[in-house]
C-alpha cells in the first residue's frame, strides 16, 4: 500500500474485502497521520483506544466473511456535536468542555452499526456557530489547502464543521460527519475540496446531536467524492421514534444510483443567485458547471426564486431564536461547566458569561430580542412567514426544474483572522446555502475547480425534498467532468 | 347576588376565574418514556428529555394526548383537531430545558363548560381552554443549610392546564367548581384529583367590582392545595382589594402567593416584573394533528358523568336530588350505590349509605366505602334489618364493630345474641311482666294519661335487653291496652 493517504471509502473498503489490508492496519496509519498533522486542530479529542477496538471488531467481521457493514472498517471522524456515549463531547464550547455523555446519537448508531471506526471528535465552531470555525473554545481549525500566492497564509476550512472538513483534506480520517444548520456542511466542504451533503431536513435523525436551530439542524457526510457521500449517507440516516421531526419516507439505495447520468434532468439556473461579491472564477465555474451537465443530456432552465437575497435575514433571526431557547439548559446545574456566585442569578450569570464564547452570546442575545414582547411579530412571526415564501419559490420552481445549479459559497477559503471584525460579512458566507436550509431541501457541495489561487470552488445541486438521488447523480457528473482529482494533485 | 364584601361605601362583587392545573393518569411523562410514579427515591424517575440533556429530543405520549381530549369531551368542549406546542422560556433550576413545553395559542382543547348546583340553583360556568404542558421538577430547600436540592422526578409529567372563565362569585362556587371538576376528572379517569399529592393545584384570578361595573384589577394567587385554603386566600384577598379600592388606592395586577399559617396573601412579583416567556412554537415537534375518528370513537367511549348519573339516579331511584347530588359526586359511592340499591329500598339504601356509612368514612379518612366494607356484607345487614330479624337502633349500635369484623351480619347477630324477637308469645308475656310490676301506672293510664304508653315500651324493651320487635311491642301492647 503505497498511498493510503487517497483512499476513498469505496476504494479501502475493496482493500478491505480482498483483505490486502486490514481496518487496524489502516486505522493505525490514520493515528500516525492524526498525530503529524496536530497544526491543523482538527481533533479535540482522539479515541485511538476506541477505533482500535472497533476496527478489530470489524477485521473479524472480514474474516468470517459475516455480517460486513456499509462502512466495516472504515477510520471516520465524528463532528464534536454528536454525542458518544462515554466519549467527550464538547460541542466546541467551554461550557460542555468536560461533557461526557451517557448515550449515543442515532446518527453515530447508525454508523456504528454500519462497521464505522471513530477516529475522534472534530472541531468546530462553538454550538456550530461560524463560518470559519474560529468560534471554537478549542481553538480555529486550519485548512490544509494553500494559496498559490502566499504558501504561508493559514486558511480558514470553513464552518461549522471545520474540524470534519479540514481532517478529510488532510486525508486524516477517510470521511466525516457533519451538520448544517445554514451551510455548515457544504462551506467547509467547498472551501476543502470535498463533497459535503445535506440532505433533506428529516432524513437523519437529530436524536443525541447538539441542538443549534432545531428546525434547520439536519446531519450529513463529508467526503472525499460522490460515491463515499452517497454510502456514508445511506450509513447515517434512518427514521428515528426519538426524533419527531425525522422521516419515515424510504429510504433509496444511493450509491447504487450515483453513476446513473443526468440524461433528461431538467437543471434550474437561479438569475438571483448572482449576488453582490460573487467571486469571478466562481461564477466562470459556475457557467462551466451548467456547460457540463448539459454536456451530458441534462436541461437547463432559467428559473427564478424571488424571495432570496430575504434568505440570509430570515435565517438570521429564526436560526438565533430556536437557539436562544435550546441554549439555555446550559446553566450550570445538572451538567457541564459551573461557575460559583453569591445567588442562583450569579451562578447562571457567571456560568453562562465565562461558558459561552462570543458569536454565541451575540446569536443567544439576537435570538432572545426577536422572541421578546413587542418585537416577535415584527422579527420572528414575519421571518416565519418569509421562509414560507422562500419554501413556496422552491416549490414553484421545481414545477420547472428536477434540481437547481448554484455555486456553494460567493468566495473560497480566506485567511484566518479576515472578516473577524464584522460578523455581518461572515454571515454572507452562507448567502447561497442557507436559503435551501431554510427550505429543508437537499443540497449537495461538490468541488468543481480551482481558481486563480489554486484554492477549490465547490458548486451545489439542490433538489425537491427526499430526492438526494438527484443531488448524486448531477454531482456526479461534475465531479467527472471538473476532473477535480486530477486538479488536485 | 348572595355572596359579597361589604364595604365603608357599597357591596363589592367579587370576580374569581380558575387555572387548574390536573396531572394527567398515565404511566409515562408528556414526552418521555420515564414513569410517572408518586413517591420515588428523588431522581430515580429522570431520563435525558427530562433532565434536557444536550441533544435530547420530546416525543409526545398518545396516552396524554388521549386523556386531554377525554377531558376536552367531559368538559362539552371544543376538540381542536389542530394544536401547536410552544416552549415557555423562564430560567429555574427545577426547570432542565430552561423552557417549558405547553401550548399558548393554539391549545389541544377550546371552550367548554360545566354545571354546578350553586346556592341560587344551576350554574354553567365557561372553560376557557384546556392545554397540554410539562410540569416541572422540584427544587427542596430543607435539606441541608448552603445548598438546595433538585428532584427532576415530576420534570416533563403531563398536566393539562384547565382554564375557566370569570364566572365564578363566590369561595363557595369555587369550591363547588373544583369539586365538580374533581369528580369529571376521576370519572374520565384522566386525573386522580389528589390535591395533597399535588395532582390538582389551583391557582386563582381575584378582582372585585361594585355590582354591574367593569371588571377590577385582577390578582392571581398561586398553588394553594387545599379547598378549604382557597376559601380563606380568596376571602382575604377580595377585603384587601376592597380596602384598597375604598381607601382611594388601586389594585395592582400581581401574582401573590397564600401563607396558609397567617391565612393572608402576600405579594410575589407585579405584573412590570412578571416574565416575558418569549413563547414560540417548539421546533422539536410538529404540530399535534387529531383525527377526527379517534375523537368520534373516544366520545362513544366516555363514561355516563355526574350530571347525566344524577338525574338518572332520581328517575329511576325516585330518590331526592339532594341526595342523588351527593351519591354522584363520587364515582366510586355511585357505583357502591348501583350494587347496593339493586333489589333493595333505594330510600332506606340512600339513609344508610349517606348517613352511618359516610360518617364512618368520613372517621377513618376514606373516600371508597368499598375499602370500608363490600357491598354483600353491607347488604345483608339492610336485608336483616329490613325483614325485621335486626332492629334499625340495634343495626346502629353495632355498626363500626360490624364493618371492623371479619363477620358476616347474620354470624355477629348470631353470635351477639341480637336476633329480634318476633315471637307473639315471648312479647306478650313480657308485656303482662311489665303491667304486673307497675299497677300503678297502669291506673294512672286507664286514667286518662296515656302518655305512659311510652313508658311501658321502655320498660318492655329493657327487659328484653332491647331485642324486643319495637313494632310487635306497638302493636300488641296497644291492643292489650284497649282490653
Same mark, same amino acid.
Given at each position: 500500500?503505497?498511498?493510503?493517504? =487517497?483512499?476513498?471509502?469505496?476504494?479501502?473498503?475493496?482493500?478491505?474485502?480482498?483483505?490486502?489490508?486490514?481496518?487496524?492496519?489502516?486505522?493505525?496509519?490514520?493515528?500516525?497521520?492524526?498525530?503529524?498533522?496536530?497544526?491543523?486542530?482538527?481533533?479535540?479529542?482522539?479515541?485511538?483506544?476506541?477505533?482500535?477496538?472497533?476496527?478489530?471488531?470489524?477485521?473479524?467481521?472480514?474474516?468470517?466473511?459475516?455480517?460486513?457493514?456499509?462502512?466495516?472498517?472504515?477510520?471516520?471522524?465524528?463532528?464534536?456535536?454528536?454525542?458518544?456515549?462515554? @466519549?467527550?463531547?464538547?460541542? &466546541?464550547?467551554?461550557?460542555?468542555?468536560?461533557? @461526557?455523555?451517557? %448515550?449515543?446519537?442515532?446518527?453515530?448508531?447508525?454508523?456504528?452499526?454500519?462497521?464505522?471506526?471513530?477516529? *475522534?471528535?472534530?472541531?468546530?465552531?462553538?454550538?456550530?456557530? /461560524?463560518?470559519?470555525?474560529?468560534?471554537?473554545?478549542? *481553538?480555529?481549525?486550519?485548512?490544509?489547502?494553500?494559496?498559490?500566492?502566499?504558501?504561508?497564509?493559514?486558511?480558514?476550512?470553513?464552518?461549522?464543521? *471545520?474540524?470534519?472538513?479540514?481532517?478529510?483534506?488532510?486525508?486524516?480520517?477517510?470521511?466525516?460527519?457533519?451538520?448544517?444548520?445554514? /451551510?455548515?456542511?457544504?462551506?467547509?466542504?467547498?472551501?476543502?475540496?470535498?463533497?459535503?451533503?445535506?440532505?433533506?431536513?428529516?432524513?437523519?435523525?437529530?436524536?443525541?446531536?447538539?441542538?443549534?436551530?432545531?428546525?434547520?439542524?439536519?446531519?450529513?457526510? $463529508?467526503?472525499? =467524492?460522490?460515491?463515499?457521500?452517497?454510502?456514508?449517507?445511506?450509513?447515517?440516516?434512518?427514521?428515528?421514534?426519538?426524533?419527531?421531526?425525522?422521516?419515515? !419516507?424510504?429510504?433509496?439505495?444511493?450509491?447504487?444510483?450515483?453513476?446513473? /447520468?443526468?440524461?433528461?434532468?431538467?437543471?434550474?439556473?437561479?438569475?438571483?443567485?448572482?449576488?453582490?461579491?460573487?467571486?469571478?472564477?466562481?461564477?466562470?465555474?459556475?457557467?462551466?458547471?451548467?456547460?457540463?451537465?448539459?454536456?451530458?443530456?441534462?436541461?437547463?432552465?432559467e428559473i427564478n426564486l424571488p424571495h432570496t437575497q430575504s434568505a440570509l435575514p430570515t435565517y438570521y433571526i429564526l436560526a438565533p431564536a430556536e437557539a436562544?431557547?435550546?441554549?439555555?439548559?446550559?446553566?450550570?446545574?445538572?451538567?457541564?461547566?459551573?461557575?460559583?456566585?453569591? =445567588?442562583?442569578?450569579?451562578? %447562571?450569570?457567571?456560568?453562562?458569561?465565562? /461558558?459561552?464564547?462570543?458569536?454565541?452570546?451575540?446569536?443567544?442575545?439576537?435570538?432572545?430580542?426577536?422572541?421578546?414582547?413587542?418585537?416577535?411579530?415584527?422579527?420572528?412571526?414575519?421571518?416565519?412567514?418569509?421562509?414560507?415564501?422562500?419554501?413556496?419559490?422552491?416549490?414553484?420552481?421545481?414545477?420547472?426544474?428536477?434540481?437547481?445549479?448554484?455555486?456553494?459559497?460567493?468566495?473560497?477559503?480566506?485567511?484566518?483572522?479576515?472578516?473577524?471584525?464584522?460578523?455581518?460579512? !461572515? %454571515?454572507?458566507?452562507?448567502?447561497?446555502?442557507?436559503?435551501?436550509?431554510?427550505?429543508?431541501?437537499?443540497?449537495?457541495?461538490?468541488?468543481?475547480?480551482?481558481?486563480?489561487?489554486?484554492?477549490?470552488?465547490?458548486?451545489?445541486?439542490?433538489?425537491?425534498?427526499?430526492?438526494?438521488?438527484?443531488?448524486?447523480?448531477?454531482?456526479?457528473?461534475?465531479?467527472?467532468?471538473?476532473?477535480?482529482?486530477?486538479?488536485?494533485? | 347576588?348572595?355572596?359579597?364584601?361589604?364595604? #365603608?361605601?357599597?357591596?363589592?362583587?367579587?370576580?374569581?376565574?380558575?387555572?387548574?392545573?390536573?396531572? $394527567?393518569?398515565?404511566?409515562?411523562?408528556?414526552?418521555?418514556?420515564?414513569?410517572?410514579?408518586?413517591?420515588?427515591?428523588?431522581?430515580?424517575?429522570?431520563?435525558?428529555?427530562?433532565? &434536557? !440533556?444536550?441533544?435530547?429530543?420530546?416525543?409526545?405520549?398518545?396516552?396524554?394526548?388521549?386523556?386531554?381530549?377525554?377531558?376536552?369531551?367531559?368538559?362539552?368542549?371544543?376538540?381542536?383537531?389542530?394544536?401547536?406546542?410552544?416552549?415557555?422560556?423562564?430560567? %429555574?433550576?427545577?426547570?432542565?430545558?430552561?423552557?417549558?413545553?405547553?401550548?399558548?395559542?393554539?391549545?389541544?382543547?377550546?371552550? *367548554?363548560?360545566?354545571?354546578?348546583?350553586?346556592?341560587?340553583?344551576?350554574?354553567?360556568?365557561? @372553560?376557557?381552554?384546556? #392545554?397540554?404542558?410539562?410540569?416541572?421538577?422540584?427544587?427542596? #430547600?430543607?435539606?441541608?443549610?448552603?445548598?438546595?436540592? $433538585?428532584?427532576?422526578?415530576?420534570?416533563?409529567?403531563?398536566?393539562?392546564?384547565?382554564?375557566?372563565?370569570?364566572?365564578?362569585?363566590?369561595?363557595s362556587e369555587v369550591s363547588l367548581y373544583i369539586k365538580k371538576l374533581r369528580s369529571i376528572l376521576r370519572y374520565l379517569g384522566s386525573c386522580d384529583g389528589?390535591?395533597?399529592?399535588?395532582?390538582?393545584?389551583?391557582?386563582?384570578?381575584?378582582?372585585?367590582?361594585?355590582?354591574?361595573?367593569?371588571?377590577?384589577?385582577?390578582?392571581?394567587?398561586?398553588?394553594?392545595?387545599?379547598?378549604?385554603?382557597?376559601?380563606?386566600?380568596?376571602?382575604?384577598?377580595?377585603?384587601?382589594?376592597?380596602?384598597?379600592?375604598?381607601?382611594?388606592?388601586?389594585?395592582?395586577?400581581?401574582?401573590?402567593?397564600?401563607?396558609?399559617?397567617?391565612?393572608?396573601?402576600?405579594?410575589?412579583?407585579?405584573k412590570e416584573e412578571s416574565h416575558d416567556y418569549r413563547y414560540f412554537p417548539d421546533p422539536d415537534l410538529p404540530p399535534l394533528i387529531l383525527e377526527k375518528?379517534?375523537?368520534?370513537?373516544?366520545?362513544?367511549?366516555?363514561?355516563?358523568?355526574?350530571?347525566?348519573?344524577?338525574?338518572?339516579?332520581?328517575?329511576?331511584?325516585?330518590?331526592?336530588?339532594?341526595?342523588?347530588?351527593?351519591?354522584?359526586?363520587?364515582?366510586?359511592?355511585?357505583?357502591?350505590?348501583?350494587?347496593?340499591?339493586?333489589?333493595?329500598?333505594?330510600?332506606?339504601?340512600?339513609?344508610?349509605?349517606?348517613?352511618?356509612?359516610?360518617?364512618?368514612?368520613?372517621?377513618?379518612?376514606?373516600?371508597?366505602?368499598?375499602?370500608?366494607?363490600?357491598?354483600?356484607?353491607?347488604?345483608?345487614?339492610?336485608?336483616?334489618?329490613?325483614?325485621?330479624?335486626?332492629?334499625?337502633?340495634?343495626?346502629?349500635?353495632?355498626?363500626?364493630?360490624?364493618?371492623?369484623?371479619?363477620?358476616?351480619?347474620?354470624?355477629?347477630?348470631?353470635?351477639?345474641? !341480637?336476633?329480634?324477637?318476633?315471637?307473639?308469645?315471648?312479647?306478650?308475656?313480657? $308485656?303482662?311482666?311489665?303491667?304486673?310490676?307497675?299497677?300503678?301506672?297502669?291506673?294512672?293510664?286507664?286514667?286518662?294519661?296515656?302518655?305512659?304508653?311510652?313508658?311501658?315500651? &321502655?320498660?318492655?324493651?329493657?327487659?328484653?335487653?332491647?331485642?324486643?320487635?319495637?313494632?310487635?311491642?306497638?302493636?300488641?301492647?296497644?291492643?292489650?291496652?284497649?282490653?
Amino acid at each position: 500500500m503505497s498511498n493510503l493517504s =487517497d483512499l476513498t471509502i469505496s476504494q479501502a473498503k475493496e482493500l478491505l474485502l480482498n483483505r490486502s489490508i486490514s481496518s487496524v492496519e489502516l486505522t493505525k496509519f490514520f493515528f500516525d497521520k492524526i498525530s503529524n498533522f496536530k497544526n491543523l486542530n482538527c481533533f479535540i479529542t482522539e479515541t485511538f483506544d476506541q477505533a482500535l477496538k472497533m476496527s478489530k471488531i470489524s477485521d473479524e467481521k472480514y474474516k468470517l466473511k459475516k455480517d460486513i457493514g456499509l462502512m466495516e472498517g472504515i477510520p471516520i471522524g465524528m463532528k464534536d456535536l454528536f454525542c458518544t456515549n462515554q @466519549i467527550k463531547t464538547t460541542a &466546541g464550547s467551554k461550557i460542555l468542555k468536560n461533557f @461526557i455523555p451517557f %448515550y449515543e446519537s442515532t446518527v453515530s448508531k447508525n454508523l456504528w452499526e454500519e462497521g464505522a471506526v471513530l477516529l *475522534g471528535k472534530t472541531n468546530l465552531d462553538e454550538f456550530a456557530m /461560524g463560518s470559519a470555525n474560529t468560534t471554537s473554545f478549542f *481553538g480555529n481549525v486550519v485548512n490544509p489547502w494553500k494559496s498559490k500566492n502566499d504558501i504561508d497564509k493559514k486558511l480558514v476550512p470553513g464552518g461549522s464543521s *471545520g474540524g470534519s472538513a479540514s481532517a478529510v483534506a488532510a486525508d486524516l480520517c477517510l470521511a466525516a460527519t457533519g451538520s448544517d444548520t445554514g /451551510g455548515s456542511i457544504r462551506q467547509p466542504a467547498s472551501f476543502c475540496g470535498l463533497v459535503g451533503m445535506k440532505p433533506t431536513y428529516g432524513r437523519c435523525s437529530r436524536f443525541g446531536m447538539i441542538a443549534f436551530a432545531s428546525s434547520l439542524d439536519q446531519a450529513g457526510p $463529508i467526503t472525499k =467524492d460522490v460515491l463515499d457521500s452517497s454510502i456514508m449517507l445511506k450509513s447515517m440516516c434512518s427514521y428515528d421514534k426519538k426524533d419527531s421531526t425525522s422521516s419515515k !419516507m424510504e429510504i433509496p439505495d444511493f450509491p447504487k444510483i450515483v453513476k446513473l /447520468g443526468v440524461k433528461g434532468i431538467r437543471v434550474g439556473i437561479p438569475d438571483e443567485y448572482i449576488v453582490d461579491g460573487l467571486n469571478s472564477n466562481v461564477n466562470d465555474n459556475w457557467q462551466k458547471g451548467i456547460e457540463w451537465l448539459k454536456s451530458e443530456g441534462a436541461e437547463i432552465i432559467e428559473i427564478n426564486l424571488p424571495h432570496t437575497q430575504s434568505a440570509l435575514p430570515t435565517y438570521y433571526i429564526l436560526a438565533p431564536a430556536e437557539a436562544s431557547a435550546n441554549l439555555a439548559r446550559y446553566d450550570g446545574i445538572r451538567f457541564g461547566l459551573r461557575e460559583i456566585g453569591k =445567588d442562583l442569578d450569579e451562578v %447562571y450569570k457567571n456560568t453562562r458569561a465565562s /461558558g459561552f464564547g462570543n458569536e454565541v452570546k451575540r446569536r443567544i442575545m439576537i435570538g432572545t430580542y426577536v422572541l421578546s414582547a413587542g418585537y416577535y411579530d415584527a422579527y420572528y412571526l414575519k421571518a416565519l412567514k418569509v421562509r414560507k415564501l422562500i419554501s413556496d419559490d422552491f416549490s414553484k420552481a421545481f414545477e420547472k426544474c428536477d434540481c437547481i445549479l448554484t455555486p456553494t459559497t460567493p468566495g473560497v477559503a480566506f485567511g484566518i483572522g479576515e472578516k473577524q471584525d464584522d460578523p455581518l460579512e !461572515m %454571515y454572507l458566507n452562507d448567502v447561497l446555502t442557507v436559503p435551501a436550509s431554510l427550505a429543508g431541501l437537499p443540497a449537495i457541495s461538490v468541488p468543481s475547480g480551482l481558481n486563480d489561487e489554486g484554492l477549490p470552488i465547490g458548486l451545489q445541486i439542490v433538489a425537491r425534498p427526499f430526492d438526494e438521488e438527484t443531488c448524486f447523480k448531477a454531482a456526479f457528473v461534475i465531479e467527472q467532468l471538473s476532473n477535480f482529482n486530477k486538479l488536485k494533485n | 347576588m348572595s355572596y359579597f364584601i361589604r364595604g #365603608h361605601e357599597s357591596k363589592w362583587e367579587v370576580v374569581l376565574g380558575l387555572e387548574v392545573h390536573a396531572q $394527567i393518569n398515565s404511566l409515562s411523562k408528556l414526552f418521555s418514556p420515564s414513569s410517572t410514579g408518586y413517591g420515588a427515591e428523588p431522581n430515580s424517575q429522570v431520563n435525558l428529555i427530562d433532565a &434536557g !440533556m444536550p441533544g435530547a429530543l420530546p416525543v409526545i405520549n398518545q396516552e396524554c394526548v388521549k386523556q386531554a381530549v377525554i377531558t376536552g369531551l367531559g368538559l362539552n368542549a371544543k376538540i381542536n383537531l389542530k394544536s401547536i406546542f410552544d416552549r415557555k422560556n423562564y430560567f %429555574y433550576p427545577d426547570l432542565p430545558q430552561g423552557y417549558q413545553i405547553s401550548q399558548f395559542e393554539n391549545p389541544i382543547v377550546g371552550s *367548554g363548560h360545566l354545571i354546578i348546583e350553586a346556592e341560587e340553583g344551576t350554574k354553567k360556568i365557561g @372553560i376557557t381552554r384546556l #392545554h397540554l404542558e410539562q410540569d416541572a421538577g422540584k427544587s427542596i #430547600h430543607d435539606q441541608d443549610f448552603e445548598n438546595s436540592f $433538585i428532584d427532576l422526578n415530576r420534570s416533563g409529567c403531563a398536566l393539562m392546564e384547565i382554564v375557566s372563565e370569570p364566572d365564578l362569585r363566590s369561595p363557595s362556587e369555587v369550591s363547588l367548581y373544583i369539586k365538580k371538576l374533581r369528580s369529571i376528572l376521576r370519572y374520565l379517569g384522566s386525573c386522580d384529583g389528589n390535591m395533597e399529592k399535588g395532582n390538582l393545584r389551583v391557582d386563582v384570578n381575584v378582582s372585585v367590582r361594585r355590582f354591574d361595573a367593569e371588571l377590577g384589577t385582577r390578582c392571581e394567587i398561586k398553588n394553594i392545595n387545599s379547598i378549604k385554603f382557597i376559601q380563606q386566600a380568596i376571602e382575604y384577598e377580595a377585603r384587601r382589594q376592597v380596602k384598597l379600592i375604598e381607601s382611594g388606592k388601586i389594585v395592582e395586577q400581581q401574582t401573590r402567593l397564600f401563607d396558609s399559617q397567617k391565612g393572608e396573601t402576600r405579594a410575589m412579583r407585579s405584573k412590570e416584573e412578571s416574565h416575558d416567556y418569549r413563547y414560540f412554537p417548539d421546533p422539536d415537534l410538529p404540530p399535534l394533528i387529531l383525527e377526527k375518528k379517534m375523537i368520534e370513537d373516544l366520545k362513544l367511549q366516555l363514561p355516563e358523568l355526574p350530571d347525566k348519573k344524577k338525574i338518572r339516579f332520581i328517575e329511576t331511584y325516585g330518590i331526592k336530588k339532594y341526595d342523588a347530588e351527593i351519591l354522584v359526586s363520587e364515582k366510586e359511592v355511585a357505583e357502591y350505590f348501583e350494587k347496593l340499591v339493586s333489589d333493595r329500598d333505594p330510600k332506606m339504601v340512600v339513609t344508610w349509605l349517606t348517613g352511618e356509612l359516610f360518617s364512618y368514612l368520613n372517621k377513618k379518612n376514606l373516600d371508597n366505602p368499598q375499602s370500608a366494607i363490600s357491598v354483600e356484607k353491607f347488604g345483608e345487614l339492610l336485608d336483616l334489618i329490613n325483614d325485621g330479624t335486626l332492629s334499625n337502633r340495634l343495626a346502629k349500635e353495632l355498626f363500626v364493630e360490624f364493618i371492623e369484623s371479619n363477620m358476616s351480619a347474620s354470624e355477629l347477630v348470631k353470635k351477639k345474641g !341480637m336476633v329480634q324477637i318476633s315471637d307473639e308469645n315471648e312479647i306478650i308475656n313480657m $308485656i303482662e311482666t311489665v303491667l304486673d310490676q307497675n299497677q300503678k301506672m297502669l291506673e294512672e293510664y286507664r286514667s286518662g294519661k296515656e302518655k305512659l304508653f311510652g313508658f311501658f315500651v &321502655g320498660q318492655i324493651m329493657k327487659i328484653s335487653n332491647g331485642k324486643a320487635n319495637p313494632q310487635m311491642v306497638n302493636t300488641l301492647l296497644t291492643k292489650r291496652l284497649k282490653k
